[in-house]
């Protein structure tokens, strides 16, 4: 008995163990979901109010003076769009030519001291990189440029592009490092060179993860607030002319960082901080949405082939 009463004791603790990780990973799992409608319930709680508030041609309009009642946001998200996607076009050809030289090229030892070096730099506060990009980046874009001033887009979007770099080569990495061995060795055998196997099979059979790693880096990009507020001039401005790169622009997160600690709560100016938020949410979700939706078709069409 106490031969069967062990064993059964021994068979039934793993169970036990395995039943309690299980519903201790399904918490937390809920809870961060959980946590995350909350937040966004709290945001159209607190932005939906200045859709009613203040008429969609004021709020959508090119001006945004709230002291005189003008709220438009235009000037905001183009400033934001802009800053972003000019920091994106820097940052992926060295992002994803950075990960093919760490993964493919650089021989091992170089490998294990560039690795841990590109993930520290993810680990710099944005508020320095904004100290540096004040004091050394924009004199040499005024002097480089011969612009009146160097804080302008182009400024927070060579640095957007260097805070983005260390996400996308992570990522692209391990996009690279995830294809197969003998990819490489059949675009060998086939007698390909080293490049053409690189460039031809193994970052194309790697695509979805460097889309990924770039959509990952756009969002670092369009939600950074410190740096951005601090190098690009914070001027409310149509970015539409042709030199709208090289002037001062506004962002939607350096104006939520600049203003919201002196409105007053519950005025109409704190509830158009919070629409600029929800306004946020909903163009990093599109971005997000067309990275995925372009994932999962290429994925289809070479289910299908």
């Keep these: 008995m106490s031969t069967q009463h062990g064993t059964r004791t021994t068979h039934h603790a793993p169970r036990w163990s395995e039943f309690l990780i299980e519903t201790l990973v399904r918490v937390l799992g809920f809870s961060s979901i959980g946590l ?94 904004g100290f540096f990009g004040m004091i050394f980046l924009a004199p040499l874009v005024r002097q480089a440029l011969n612009v009146p ?9 060579v640095l957007l592009a ?68 601090m190098v690009t001039g914070n001027a409310a401005r149509m970015p539409l002319t042709l030199d709208s790169l090289f002037r001062p622009v506004r962002t939607m997160t350096a104006t939520i960082a600049a203003e919201m600690g002196e409105v007053a709560q519950g005025s109409v100016h704190y509830h158009a901080l919070f629409g600029i938020g929800i306004l946020l949410f909903v163009l990093t979700f599109l971005i997000n949405l067309f990275a995925a939706a372009t994932i999962f078709k290429k994925r289809r069409k070479g289910g299908l082939r």
């Design 36 to 129: 995350v409608l909350l937040i966004f319930l709290f945001l159209l709680r607190e932005g939906l109010p200045v859709f009613y508030q203040v008429e969609p041609a004021n709020l959508f309009s090119t001006r945004w003076y709230p002291t005189f009642g003008l709220f438009g946001t235009l000037p905001l998200i183009l400033g934001s769009i802009i800053v972003t996607v000019v920091a994106i076009l820097i940052a992926l050809p060295l992002g994803v030519m950075t990960a093919v030289f760490v993964r493919e090229v650089a021989p091992n030892w170089a490998r294990e001291i560039l690795k841990p070096m590109i993930e520290v730099l993810a680990g710099i506060p944005s508020v320095v990189l």
């Design 149 to 157: 001033t160097g804080l302008t887009a182009f400024t927070g979007a």
């Design 162 to 229: 260097y805070m983005a770099l260390p996400t996308i080569i992570s990522v692209a990495e391990d996009a690279l490092d995830a294809v197969p061995r003998s990819y490489r060795d059949a675009g060998l055998a086939m007698g390909a060179t080293k490049w053409q196997t690189i460039w031809r099979v193994v970052v194309p059979a790697a695509r979805s993860g460097i889309v990924t790693a770039v959509m990952l880096g756009m969002g670092r990009a369009i939600g950074e607030t410190m740096a951005v507020m």
